[in-house]
């Protein structure tokens, strides 16, 4: 299954809801595209809604954090929402989980950024 | 899985990636792993395989990828190799360390060595070959490496 994404809005705050899979070529490069998309807009304050990805490989976790090194140094912030058991176990294992902000409450998660 | 050697002749593209991780998802199943253990094999060879067709081969059209996979005793050996000029060992990044954490790259031979329970690597000039061996009935998760 390959990777969809869908954006809404929430009290300033995007929404990308990801189902499917994050990995080399192109699921990758559909997470790449939707952030800068988001970023040339003006819209940094990002969720990305992770609760439909069932699987992400090592290219897929490096554009999760290219996406967040992006839009961090463009002044915004990327958290992570509804981590599935497999992608918490891989950003543990990673030593990722503690880089990014996981919510696992999206009301909360919003009102988080401002 | 019956006790024989199947193996495989695939083109350096992405289309190699996804075909060795259903591969390895159908004949770790066979083998009677659980689900969680399928996915962790499945993964250490799908990152083999990229870097097989990325770094090795480097999508180079004339350059083949192969993969086998066997029933030794109790292990579940796997072994992809590339046509490349050798991975160099001594550039492979600890993607923990903290100057490296907010790298988009050089996680793949961590994750292998984390899902299997040894990880063979041997780089030649004629290529890479990289060995991924499973414990059927033992141990799991223990990702030692074996040698280099």
Redesign the interface.
């Known amino acids: 299954m390959s990777m969809k994404v869908s954006s809404r809005q929430v009290d300033g705050v995007t929404i990308m809801d990801c189902s499917g899979r994050i990995?080399?070529?192109e699921g990758s490069v559909i997470l790449k595209d939707a952030v800068r998309e988001l970023l040339s807009k003006g819209q940094k304050k990002i969720l990305l809604n992770l609760g439909d990805v069932n699987y992400i490989?090592?290219?897929g976790?490096?554009?999760l954090?290219?996406a967040?090194?992006t839009v961090r140094n463009q002044g915004g912030d990327l958290k992570l929402l509804n981590l599935t058991k497999?992608v918490h176990d891989?950003l543990q294992?990673?030593?990722?989980y503690t880089?990014f902000d996981v919510k696992d409450d999206e009301a909360a998660a919003v009102k988080s950024f401002n | 899985m019956t006790n024989h050697r199947v193996s495989y002749t695939l083109d350096s593209t992405l289309e190699t990636v996804d075909s060795a991780e259903r591969t390895a998802t159908r004949i770790a199943s066979e083998a009677g792993f659980d689900d969680d253990e399928v996915m962790r094999i499945a993964m250490a060879v799908r990152e083999a395989a990229v870097n097989a067709v990325l770094h090795g081969n480097a999508y180079d059209p004339g350059k083949k990828v192969s993969l086998a996979f066997e029933r030794i005793g109790e292990d579940l050996v796997i072994t992809i190799r590339d046509q490349g000029k050798g991975m160099d060992l001594s550039k492979i990044p600890d993607p923990l360390a903290a100057e490296n954490l907010l790298k988009t790259s050089g996680r793949g031979i961590f994750l292998i060595r984390s899902f299997m329970d040894e990880v063979q690597i041997h780089p030649s000039q004629a290529g890479t070959e990289i060995k991924l061996i499973k414990h059927v009935h033992g141990p799991s998760g223990g990702g030692k490496e074996a040698s280099q």
């Open positions: 990995t080399l070529g490989d090592s290219s976790i490096g554009e954090v290219s967040f090194t497999k891989l294992i990673t030593k990722l880089v």
